[in-house]
């Protein structure tokens, strides 16, 4: 009931090209649907977040696009680059849960010249 | 701010013994928690404090692990003995409050149980 279903599991996109990785939950109760981009070596990082009450956020070239009515929701990256080939996490928690965050099992980002 | 501390980085050890994880939150912080990531099983909570009390201990796998939070700068993640399949890295991550604040994790201790 906690858990959070990511995909793709891995992703090659070419520089310049939009990245796409879709998640789905099933616990209503989630309110809030932050994302983490984590490098090789190095610990997850905050990337973007979004709350329910709104459809889109966008922050620069990443966009998060959520859809209440289907428990799906997902991170776009425009103009994909190189250095955006990381580990990306989608996560979920509900306010008033200790700030507990139920992670995705994450997608490999590979950016190709 | 130096961020989220965890120390051992690398720590080799042999099945059976002790191993200890250490992490110290970002001055401020009243939420801690400790996360295992594997290949297999992605970032999982093992478990997680607030105001130095253990709130929600679930995902700690078996006995053999235990955590403890003695004052709000320093934490410790303990599993006696340790078994190959404990081979992981161990992030630590800090927040403040309850809400939707980010959570900052630390560089992570990659252990390997031979």
């Known amino acids: 009931q906690q858990q959070v279903k990511q995909s793709p599991q891995s992703l090659i996109v070419q520089k310049g090209g939009i990245s796409i990785i879709n998640c789905a939950y099933e616990n209503t109760a989630f309110d809030y649907f932050p994302w983490y981009q984590q490098f090789p070596g190095k610990g997850p990082a905050l990337l973007i977040a979004i709350r329910p009450d709104v459809s889109e956020k966008k922050e620069g070239r990443f966009t998060i696009s959520f859809n209440k009515s289907a428990k799906q929701f997902s991170l776009h990256i425009m103009d994909s680059q190189p250095g955006d080939s990381a580990t990306y996490f989608c996560a979920a928690s509900i306010l008033g849960g200790g700030n507990k965050l139920t992670f995705g099992t994450g997608t490999q980002l590979k950016v190709e010249l | 701010d130096a961020g989220v501390i965890q120390s051992p980085r690398h720590e080799v050890t042999e099945m059976g013994q002790e191993v200890t994880l250490r992490c110290k939150p970002i001055s401020g912080h009243n939420s801690l928690f400790w996360y295992r990531q594997t290949m297999m099983r992605g970032l999982e909570l093992l478990i997680y404090?607030?105001?130095?009390?253990?709130?929600?201990d679930s995902g700690m796998p078996e006995d053999r692990f235990s955590a403890k939070m003695p004052n709000a700068s320093f934490s410790t993640l303990k599993i006696q003995p340790s078994e190959p399949r404990d081979s992981a890295v161990y992030f630590c991550?800090?927040?403040?409050?309850?809400?939707?604040?980010?959570?900052?994790f630390g560089p992570g201790t990659r252990l390997l149980v031979l």
């Open positions: 991550a800090s927040t403040y409050g309850g809400g939707w604040e980010t959570q900052y």
């Open positions: 404090f607030n105001n130095n009390v253990p709130i929600d």
